[in-house]
């Protein structure tokens, strides 16, 4: 079983910058993909941005030049630096990973979510 435990959300004003951290539970160079997801209120919950064992990246068009994925094998972290963050930024942030099986079986893993508000 794998586990994810995010950190790193917070209150912060219009503009600013968080860094949130998700540290899983296994050498995450066995996982294919790690990614970042969020849900507002009311919302569905949705990608933000992804990683893959490849370092490939994707993101979200309304994240895309203000935050960066990225991750460090040694420590078994992925990171989400979030920059230039806006009102409508505001969600609980959830670390996700994904392993497929050489049967092609998928697995998803999840953290609790940390929440992230953004004042105007």
């Known amino acids: 079983q794998v586990q994810l435990v995010e950190s790193g959300g917070g209150l912060v004003q219009a503009g600013g910058s968080l860094r949130l951290s998700c540290v899983a539970s296994?050498?995450?160079?066995?996982?294919?993909?790690m990614g970042w997801y969020r849900q507002a209120p009311d919302k569905q919950r949705e990608l933000v941005a992804r990683?893959?064992?490849?370092?490939?990246?994707n993101y979200a068009d309304s994240v895309k030049g203000r935050f960066t994925i990225s991750r460090d094998n040694v420590k078994n972290t992925v990171y989400l630096q979030m920059n230039v963050l806006k009102p409508e930024d505001t969600a609980v942030y959830y670390c996700?990973?994904?392993?497929?099986?050489?049967?092609?079986?998928?697995?998803?893993?999840w953290g609790q979510g940390t929440q992230v508000t953004v004042s105007s």
């Open positions: 990683i893959t064992n490849g370092g490939t990246t």
């Open positions: 296994v050498k995450i160079f066995s996982i294919n993909a």
């Open positions: 996700n990973g994904e392993k497929v099986l050489t049967d092609h079986t998928k697995y998803d893993y």
